[in-house]
């Protein structure tokens, strides 16, 4: 069964910090995966994508890694601010001919000043 | 310009009558999904429109769910006798067209429905 499962569900931080968010997926074929940004009330915004090529990929103060051999990613957020508190989303696409997005429930940041 | 944009924001409904949620996609974008979100819950896949091809319905939950696209643009989600259970937020993203899952999603900001 296609899954993706991300940890921790929730964490908080100070302002400043650095924090790593995981996600592990199940899904066959990979095709891509993706990390979002979650604002409250808002619609999920794309930070990254990766293929299984890339194992690297960076938006400013977010980084993410894939391995594709383990099927883990990682998002890394480096000198936290108030305004990354938000939920990030790990998302990964289905290979094979289909669109299919398989989406994580996501880890709930705090960023406390 | 202008991103995805849904309305209304919020929809107190009682149970059993219908509701009608609409998506305005970015101009141009052909591909046009519907996605729920329940709380604690990772969103979930309802519908996907491309151009003018069949929609996907396979992740509609039950019959009481049925959406349109009309001229290829705006679309409406109708649930009809609504239940508790519907309760969640209804997310609509729009994408210039699908790439066997390669095209970035936009989305827009959600309806919260609550049925009480």
């Known amino acids: 069964k296609n899954q993706v499962e991300q940890s921790p569900q929730s964490l908080i931080i100070l302002e400043g910090k650095n924090c790593t968010l995981q996600?592990?997926?199940?899904?066959?074929?990979?095709?891509?995966l993706r990390w979002y940004k979650q604002d409250t009330g808002r619609g999920p915004v794309s930070l990254t994508i990766m293929t299984f090529s890339e194992n690297t990929k960076s938006n400013g103060r977010y980084t993410a890694t894939l391995d594709a051999d383990t099927k883990q990613s990682s998002l890394h957020i480096t000198a936290s601010q108030l305004s990354d508190s938000a939920s990030y989303i790990c998302v990964v696409s289905a290979g094979g001919g289909t669109y299919k997005y398989i989406f994580g429930t996501g880890t709930r940041l705090k960023v406390l000043a | 310009g202008a991103g995805v944009s849904q309305s209304p924001s919020n929809k107190v409904t009682e149970k059993g009558k219908d509701v009608e949620l609409r998506c305005d996609p970015i101009s141009g974008h052909t591909a046009l999904y519907w996605y729920r979100q329940s709380l604690g819950q990772g969103l979930e896949f309802l519908i996907y429109?491309?151009?003018?091809?069949?929609?996907?319905k396979s992740g509609l939950p039950s019959d009481r769910f049925s959406a349109e696209r009309t001229g290829g643009s705006v679309s409406t989600l109708t649930i009809q006798r609504t239940q508790q259970e519907d309760s969640a937020v209804y997310l609509c993203a729009s994408s210039l067209r699908h790439l066997i899952g390669r095209n970035e999603q936009y989305f827009g900001p959600g309806t919260r429905l609550t049925v009480t």
């Open positions: 996600c592990n997926y199940t899904v066959s074929p990979f095709s891509n």
């Open positions: 429109f491309q151009g003018n091809s069949a929609p996907d």
